[in-house]
């Protein structure tokens, strides 16, 4: 969010917290610097074409059919933009992502180099005041001209064209706008194109996963402290002498922090010398993901300061370039790596879970942290949950970004598949998040069972407010919105 609450200008750098905002009400400012460099564009756009030079997507067709002319009046070469995109199928996507989406594709456009009418991004702004959402089917874009077929689907429904939410409701998206109060956008055929020619969904999604996954990475450190402390383990693992000799920095800046929250531990003396590698070697994963994750952030931040479309107008230098900027190999790979870091996350929650209801590696805890086992079953069903979602996580974690198919004869020769990577990336993270509610259910169940009360005064306040959120398990009971409760609750404050 920009400095104003309740605000986001487009004048300003966008940020991750600007798309996650953008999913209910917010006023987007388009302000006058804004609205010259928008004009400015717009303006030499129809200088460029008044002197016949070349402009693709204006006058030609699209594509591989650049070739051919395309429309002579406006109205109808938009709508030979969009009609033929009409082709996505599947589920709708999440409305968070939607909107954050188009946040992005505003920013883009508001950069004034994608020569569009002032009143475009006027319009995308009225949108967010609104809660108004275009159903945007799932499956359709391979990320490489930009999300075309997704954008087209939210540029017509901002036409009043297709479908749309409205509160929550879908229903056909002029009736949408109606109730919203929004005027519907009128586009002529350089509008429409560059409303699609551009990854901003790809980027949207990519953003929203990795700032689930961070806050999933925070929780899980202060999770593997908690798990340490009330086993009773050494804490000579963290020992900064021995993470400066490992020399990775992720490394050695989780251990720095898990130390920090195990200030004060007592170890229990009764554990072996070497703890199994969930828990010894947590500060070499944890910071190896948080090295993977710097290079996430790089590429986010990169794509959210990007002018992504085809071609770009250059009014101070009278030039027209036509290139690639639409191309979503950067969070291709982005997400592939994202997806990567997911997947050995979830491992070690699940890993970590599976050794706390193990009597024979719990020190001693009833199996399944079951309060009475047999005619109570704990955790059981929980553990088997996490078994599930390790696997569908694994199952998602294929690289995306490196899977090229020609199409459009050729045309797109080479693809990225970054909207593939990206919307899978932004499941898995949901996964993620669901796997650190396990295994905080599990601690704050040890603890009702016969763990110790940890010693380290971070710890204990975060089984304190676990304790407090999540009722210890005695008797038996559906744990699904516990489970679901104890990750809202970790993702949105952890310790580190």
């Not at 992504?308 to 639409?326: Q, R, T």
Request: contains cysteine.
């Amino acid at each position: 969010m920009s400095a104003v609450e309740g605000t986001i200008n487009l004048s300003a750098p966008l940020r991750s917290a600007d798309l996650r905002r953008a999913a209910t009400p917010v006023s987007v400012v388009v302000d006058a610097a804004v609205r010259d460099r928008v004009e400015r564009g717009r303006g030499f756009l129809r200088d460029v074409r008044e002197e016949e030079r070349p402009v693709y997507g204006a006058t030609t067709g699209f594509g591989a059919l650049v070739g051919f002319a395309g429309r002579e009046e406006e109205a109808d070469q938009c709508d030979n933009t969009l009609a033929h995109l009409g082709a996505g199928q599947g589920p709708d996507l999440p409305h968070d992502v939607s909107r954050a989406a188009l946040l992005v594709r505003a920013w883009s456009l508001a950069q004034g180099a994608s020569g569009v009418s002032a009143h475009v991004v006027d319009g995308l702004a009225a949108m967010f005041t609104t809660t108004f959402v275009p159903a945007i089917p799932r499956y359709g874009s391979v990320g490489a001209s930009g999300d075309l077929i997704p954008l087209a689907y939210a540029a017509q429904a901002l036409r009043g064209r297709g479908q749309a939410y409205l509160d929550g409701s879908r229903m056909p998206a002029a009736e949408a706008l109606r109730h919203a109060g929004l005027t519907p956008l009128t586009l002529d055929g350089r509008d429409a194109l560059a409303l699609v020619n551009g990854t901003s969904l790809t980027t949207a999604a990519t953003a929203l996963a990795l700032d689930s996954v961070r806050s999933s990475h925070r929780a899980l450190q202060a999770l593997t402290c908690l798990l340490v402390d009330l086993l009773g383990c050494d804490p000579g693992f963290l020992n900064p002498r021995l993470l400066d000799a490992y020399g990775h920095p992720g490394a050695t800046d989780v251990a720095d922090g898990m130390r920090k929250t195990l200030a004060g531990i007592v170890p229990a003396g009764t554990r072996a010398l070497q703890e199994p590698y969930s828990i010894r070697c947590s500060p070499q994963l944890l910071g190896a993901a948080e090295d993977a994750l710097r290079y996430v952030d790089g590429v986010v931040a990169a794509d959210l300061s990007s002018v992504s479309d085809n071609p770009l107008f250059f009014p101070d230098d009278d030039l027209v370039v036509h290139g690639g900027n639409f191309f979503g190999q950067p969070a291709a790979f982005a997400a592939d790596v994202l997806a990567m870091v997911t997947a050995q996350l979830g491992n070690l929650a699940e890993r970590q879970l599976d050794l706390l209801v193990d009597p024979a590696r719990n020190g001693g805890l009833p199996p399944m942290l079951a309060a009475g086992p047999g005619r109570q079953h704990g955790m059981q069903g929980v553990q088997l949950a996490t078994t599930a979602f390790v696997a569908e996580i694994r199952r998602a974690a294929v690289p995306a970004g490196m899977q090229s198919l020609p199409t459009n004869l050729h045309n797109q020769d080479v693809v990225p598949f970054g909207t593939q990577a990206a919307l899978r990336a932004y499941d898995m993270a949901d996964l993620l998040r669901l796997l650190c509610g396990s295994l905080a259910v599990g601690l704050r169940q040890a603890a009702h069972v016969g763990a110790r009360r940890p010693t380290a005064s971070g710890c204990a306040a975060l089984l304190d407010t676990l304790a407090e959120a999540i009722p210890a398990i005695d008797p038996d009971r559906p744990l699904d919105a516990d489970v679901r409760k104890a990750a809202d609750l970790l993702t949105a404050t952890t310790p580190l």
